[in-house]
């Protein structure tokens, strides 16, 4: 069975992620570490991204653990 590959047309650019701000606190956002949201670290939430396409709604983010938090700075260092 061949593995599945990811669309090219659902890449996420990573000059247009360096504009996007979070619709919350408008700080800047982080890549998550699989490359499959967009964390605030200063509202404490993930954007998921679908198809390409960074889900900046409220409605659509989820709430980021504190630990998660922690190690997304450690990370960014």
């Known amino acids: 069975m061949p593995v599945a590959q ?3 047309r659902h890449k996420v650019d ?10 919350l606190t408008k700080t800047r956002l982080t890549l998550g570490a699989e490359g499959k949201e967009l964390i605030s670290v200063a509202a404490r939430l ?3 991204i679908v198809k390409g396409v ?3 709604a409220l409605d659509e983010a989820r709430n ?14």
């Open 46 to 48: 993930a954007f998921p």
């Open 14 to 23: 990573r000059h247009v992620l360096e504009m996007l701000v979070c619709p």
């Open 6 to 8: 990811e669309d090219p």
């Open 54 to 56: 960074p889900l900046l």
């Open 64 to 77: 980021v653990e504190p630990e998660e938090v922690q190690a997304l700075t450690r990370r960014g260092s």
